[in-house]
């Protein structure tokens, strides 16, 4: 039955209360633990009931609770002092941006994520990716970042997870009533604020919410209305959810819909960064604008996108990309071919690895990477991985000198520290490891907490970890109709003083989450020991579609039932509540990818944070960040052809490493009864960890390394009506259609069979250059180690000054520094030089020497 009209009820608060609202709707409390103790304070069952939904539980509340609330002077000082933080932290007067890279009057920087994890009572994120973007944009807030932020108002979001008997996965979908979550519908003159995107023979309408983190607005796109037809409605159903049409439905909204929403809302933001290929249609639609608003071409108004867009890069594999098959695209994009003044070959190209194959799909990281000025992996192993999957988008670039630079992600410290541990560091290291947690010198102030009362947190840590999932292991059997003598078993399942395990993340083939399980009479051993006892806590939900990641969770249940096994158990729907019981009780953080996979990473972060030590795979961050004394290392980062070998023999070196080092030193125990060694390598991870692995320090790279720079290009680039955005095309233009008459016709030097350490080799090098001028190239000796092969490896670029001209032929003269002992080579390569570049290797031409 249809309604005939529909009106928002929203909870009649006294006056006394009126802030409540206003709170409620700012994800500040959810960072800000007096603020989540005092909606707790209102109504402690309610807030449980409520899914930790300050928005809801205002509404759940019954009268006579909120009257007696608004007569109660110690919940109204409470409410004082939380309003009077809340109101501080929003119009503090100087930020660090505002301290370092002045005000702005529009927001610099627009982030775009297909998930972002923010809070559980907002579930419109899946795993790392999400709660990674969460993070970041609470840290943006910290930091006074002018930023806004989009994605899509997912009405069921991710799955609920629940196991039947047998251990298989199910999934029920819930939906989200955005009116009783901390939402705000973007309004004008009454009406709700909405846009339009091309569709196949149709526009799709959305609405746009606004939810507050701190000081940052991220804008979700909501395709649920009314005016669309029914499947266009379901375009903002599910995250993850559906086909390949679906998904390139999503992702047009995204990008495209995304940036006509900002500029519904009057925002223009100079930069705008892609949070992996998800959001490379933006690009699109900004040059679309540009050509429409500014009569540029399609290449001048590239010119200015490419300078103003950030790209991060998530994926490791192949695999992990989105595709869309040329007739898919023609079906949802066509229509941009003709507004942009490009012929389909020409569109297509842009999303293609090797442009000429028409036979390709469209490739949205390599969309991304082409519409992008900067491009960044997520951490310094995943740079060399990403370098070498995407060097083919850069023909002729040395792998090493692909560039996509490194930069480490972060947690959002203040979001996963528990309340104990919280207080403990106020305690110690003051206000300052909350306000300034990327500074080395505020965690080496840890070495002054007392051993036992960092224990004392552990161990209530731990405990409270214990009943939540005893809790949660009994209603998990209730609900699936076990037997009772079951039930009353799950009561008892774990111990609040054992060493605790936890294995918390996506299921996914390539984490091998039954690593740990592979030789269960082994494992058994291990936590089969009355005297220094251990058990596991296994959490995780695989994709609804991924069958062979499902078995992986069925396998985990089965073995948990299999005698010497009893100790392991698997808590089901794994979400930020559940993952923040784990990381703040967990004493050893297992994480086991298969090497090379796993980009980042940042659950161990989270989990050292709270003083969790971590064994792990030396891939993703802790391929950097591990040392002997912060925690534990499965192999020596080994890649074997043979998968099976590799797992065999990293499961022994789990076994190895827990039978021989990890259980004896956590139950080495003193006169005292603490693990005094244990203790410090807790302390010497935190001190190593918290600082170097936070979002903040994150967000200020981000905006020193990409943001800034990236801004400046683009105020240059629009400047006196996109002059030099013209030039720099028609410069590209001229240079593209000449770059085959550059040519490298002769190197001289002096002859010499070896050199001393710190002599210079003088070389002189003749190009011709055609119709191109000196002024249009950088002319480089490049110089390095010869391999087995006489191939140049990691080689040093050092640009050659030019001469004169002869004859046509230009003369660049330069000097090969011999710096290090051993057979060394050089040549000589010539590159694109104009000042508007990001880089040389924008234009993606190169000339080596012969």
Known sequence: MQPMFSINVVPSLPAELGVLRELAHNLWWSWTPDAIALFRRLDRDAWEESEHN???????????????????????????RVNDDFQRYMSAPTT????????????????FCLEFGLTECLPIYSGGMGVLAGDYLKSASDLGVPMVAVGLAYQQGYFRQYLNADGWQGELYQENDFYTMPLTLEVRDGTPVTIDVDFPGRQVLARIWRVQVGRVPLYLLDTNVPENRSDDRHITHQLYGGDGEMRIRQEILLGIGGVK?????????????????????????????????????????????????VFTTHTSVPAGIDLFDATLVDKYLGQYYDALGMSRSEFLALGRKNPGDEREPLNMAVLALRLAGATNAVSPLHGQVSRRLWQGVWPGVPEWEVPIISIDNGVHTRSWISEDMASLFDRYLGPRWAERPADQTVWEAVDDIPDEELWRVRERRRARLVAFARHRLREQLEQRGAPPPEIVRATEKLDPDALTIAFARRFALYKRATLLLRRPERLGEILDNQERPVQVIFAGKAH???????????????????????????????????????????????????????????????????????????????????????????????????????????????????????VPLFYNRGADGLP?????????????????YNTNRMVIEYVERLYSPAFRRHERLSADGFERARGLAEWKARLRQHWAEVQVVGVETDTHDQLPVGAELEVRASVKLGHLSHEDVLVET????????????????????????????????????????????????????????????EPRLIAWGP
């Open 54 to 80: 300050p928005v809801r539980m205002l509404g759940m509340v019954d009268q006579a609770g909120l009257e007696a609330a608004a007569r109660d002077d110690a919940f109204l000082a409470h409410m004082e």
């Open 96 to 111: 660090w941006y505002d301290k370092n890279h002045g005000s702005q009057p529009q927001p610099s920087v627009a982030y």
């Open 261 to 309: 929403a900002l500029r519904a809302l009057g925002i223009r933001s100079g930069v705008c960064h892609m949070n992996e290929g998800h959001a490379a249609l933006l690009g699109i639609e900004r040059i679309r604008q540009l050509v429409s608003e500014h009569n540029l071409t399609a290449d001048e108004a590239r010119q200015v996108v490419t300078a103003s867009s």
């Open 544 to 662: 609804p579609q991924d069958n062979p990641a499902k078995e992986l969770i069925r396998d985990v249940i089965h073995l948990t039932r299999t005698n010497g096994l009893q100790n392991v158990v698997f808590i089901e729907d794994y979400d930020m509540n559940v993952a923040r019981y784990l990381l703040q009780g967990a004493d050893l953080w297992l994480n086991t990818p298969v090497p090379l996979r796993e980009a980042s990473g940042t659950s161990g972060m989270k989990a050292a944070a709270n003083g969790a030590l971590n064994l792990s795979v030396r891939d993703g961050w802790w391929a950097e960040a591990y040392h002997p004394d912060i925690g534990w290392a499965i192999g020596r980062g080994e890649v074997y052809e043979d998968h099976e070998y590799q797992n065999e023999v990293e499961a022994d070196a789990i076994y190895d490493l827990l039978a021989k080092e990890i």
């Open 676 to 692: 005094r060694e244990w203790i410090a390598r807790m302390k010497n991870a935190m001190n190593a960890v918290v600082p170097a």
């Open 782 to 841: 490049y110089e390095g180690a010869l391999d087995a092969n006489r191939e140049i490896t990691k080689g040093r670029a050092t640009p050659m000054p030019f001469v004169r001209v002869e004859k046509g032929v230009s003369l660049f003269v330069g000097k090969v520094c011999c710096q290090v002992s051993g057979l060394r080579g050089f040549t000589i390569r010539v590159l694109p030089r104009h000042e508007d570049l990001a880089h040389p290797f």
